[in-house]
């Protein structure tokens, strides 16, 4: 690792109600480094405080000084502007429906732009970029209300709300959540677009693998506040043991090479997409 | 950031399984009753000292930390003395002499009085109904307010239904809570900055929460009402209840207690 990480945490410990009889102690001291460019995907079960530490990126707790780092300067520190923050780490919810501030959906996703100051023009490029970039026409949607939207749809406004900031990092909490297939791909090839276009840092948070392991190359495993692994998606996939145990769902070509095993002992453990998969097996069957 | 669990104290149950908590709930809510009946029947400063000292001494055997309490009520506490000032200010009623005056308003002695009295009645009022809540479980609180008001049913009161729908009312009071705190987050996050600025503008910014907040309410009951029918509720009727309520004489003996002492305070 080299240069100042762009998020960092040191020591990061967080009590939800702390000094109140209802205290729950969500994140137990977890040390973290992301480098600008990652593309980290941090994985657990329920209640291992991936959320709180997406909540902690962009200063939405009460943090204490000295645990979160935003190239190189303390959030917490007495002065520091959030707002800027803020303008820098772009994240998307679990529920990203909460998000919208507007009632219109070409007013919401130009709320962000426009409150940092960006002109009227820009941000109208911004809007229509945004929308069609998550697959609803600027032209059919920008005049359409938000609560006459289905679900998905306006899962997908939240989401371009977010874009349409164009912030360096980019934090995505279960983004595929609630999708269906088709919504879940076009999801993922867009946000793997996108980093690749504007070389993002991308964080995405699952207790799945199987969407993180198509984005990132990079893997930080949290287990009750802690980090229990952190190392290359390959590594990780290795120790599929440990994930089974953890009840963090494999990626699809993983979880069938274990079921398989019975058949072809020697089969790899790091085959993270469809098309490895299939190239073992086939050489184990041999070609017809 | 917007932390209202931690300053809305009222409607949250806390157990920590002290004696106030074990004792039946049919006691408590009636010994709640009592408290608000004589709180309308005392008149005098020493009356409500002598009726809070009996609270307060509730609130210790409780062991709910009196600091989570005070914190937890310091909007309620403020809404009261911003009332209380009018209250002493347009006191209309016989003043013997006026410490100060302009125009309508004025401060007297009598208004003073007057207006220390409504604020202790008040405080005394949210006091013991928050404590009820903060010591009993809702489910206990359901079972004892049906069990109590039962003999309404004679009658043809709906005594099940305006418990449900009392219940109901007090359940969304946390969910709300816990929603309002997750909208204000997710907003932040966009540029919506609820932690910064004065209070004139924090207060403007909650109001581009509400109209979410009630577009999910709405959705939510709608969900509960399907849920509800879906488990085939029909109200009270053959119901039968897994744990059945027993009252012993220790709890007997606590009613008995404030009765006396509320007695005691009203009497002094």
């Known amino acids: 690792m080299s240069g100042t990480p762009i998020l960092e945490l040191r020591d990061f410990r967080y009590t939800y109600l702390e000094g109140t009889p209802k205290a729950n102690e969500a994140v137990r001291g977890v040390s973290l480094e992301i480098q600008p460019g990652e593309r980290v995907a941090i994985v657990g079960p329920t209640r291992s405080g991936k959320s709180t530490v997406v909540d902690s990126f962009a200063h939405l707790l009460r943090l204490k000084p000295g645990q979160v780092f935003f190239e190189g300067e303390d959030v917490a520190a007495p002065g520091y502007d959030r707002g800027a923050l803020r303008r820098k780490v772009g994240i998307v919810f679990q529920q990203p429906e909460t998000q919208i501030v507007e009632d219109v959906v070409g007013a919401d996703v130009a709320f962000g732009p426009t409150s940092a100051g960006s002109p009227a023009e820009e941000t109208r490029g911004r809007v229509e970029e945004s929308l069609d970039g998550v697959g609803l026409p600027y032209r059919d949607f920008r005049l359409r209300y938000v609560y006459a939207l289905s679900g998905g749809q306006r899962r997908r406004v939240a989401i371009a709300g977010v874009l349409a900031m164009r912030t360096p990092v980019l934090v995505l909490d279960e983004p595929t959540a609630g999708l269906d297939p088709r919504g879940r791909r076009e999801l993922l090839d867009l946000l793997g677009r996108l980093a690749d276009d504007r070389k993002l840092t991308l964080v995405v948070c699952s207790a799945s693998l199987q969407d993180a392991s198509l984005l990132c190359d990079r893997v930080v495993v949290l287990d009750e506040g802690r980090v229990v692994m952190d190392g290359p998606l390959r590594e990780v996939l290795r120790r599929d043991e440990d994930l089974v145990r953890l009840d963090i769902t494999l990626p699809e070509p993983i979880a069938a090479a274990r079921e398989l095993r019975h058949l072809f002992p020697d089969l790899p453990e790091d085959l993270t997409t469809e098309d490895d998969l299939e190239r073992e097996l086939v050489q184990r069957l041999g070609t017809p | ?268």
């Not at chain 2, 009261?80 to 100060?100: D, H, K």
């Not at chain 2, 202790?120 to 006091?127: A, G, I, K, S, T």
């Not at chain 2, 709300?176 to 910064?196: H, K, N, S, W």
Request: aromatic share 12%; glycine share 8%.
């Open chain 2, 1 to 268: 950031m917007l932390e209202l669990q931690r300053n809305v104290v009222f409607g949250q149950f806390v157990d920590t399984g002290s004696v106030v908590h074990r004792v039946d709930a049919r006691v408590k809510i009636a010994a709640a009753a009592l408290c608000i009946v004589a709180s309308f029947l005392i008149d005098d400063l020493l009356g409500f000292g002598l009726a809070l000292a009996l609270v307060v001494g509730i609130q210790a055997l409780s062991r709910i930390p009196l600091g989570f309490f005070l914190r937890g009520s310091a909007f309620f506490f403020g809404f009261l003395v911003f009332i209380l000032v009018f209250q002493v200010l347009f006191y209309t009623g016989e003043a013997s002499g006026y410490l100060w005056r302009w125009g309508i308003l004025s401060v007297s002695a009598e208004g003073l009085y007057t207006a220390g009295v409504l604020g202790l009645r008040v405080v005394f009022l949210y006091y013991i109904t928050t404590l009820l809540m903060l010591t009993t479980s809702l489910v206990d609180l359901t079972n004892g307010l049906e069990l109590l008001l039962s003999p309404l049913q004679k009658i043809r009161v709906p005594v099940n239904e305006l418990v449900l729908v009392f219940v109901i009312a007090v359940k969304f009071v946390p969910i709300f809570i816990e929603e309002m705190e997750r909208l204000a987050r997710a907003q932040t996050a966009r540029g919506v900055p609820f932690d910064e600025g004065g209070a004139v503008t924090r207060a403007r910014r909650l109001g581009r929460l509400l109209v979410p907040i009630f577009i999910n309410g709405f959705a939510r009951a709608d969900t509960l009402t399907t849920a509800m029918h879906t488990r085939s509720y029909r109200g009270g009727r053959n119901r039968t209840k897994l744990r059945v309520m027993k009252a012993g004489p220790p709890d007997w003996l606590a009613l008995a207690l404030v009765t006396a002492w509320m007695l005691a305070a009203w009497q002094l």
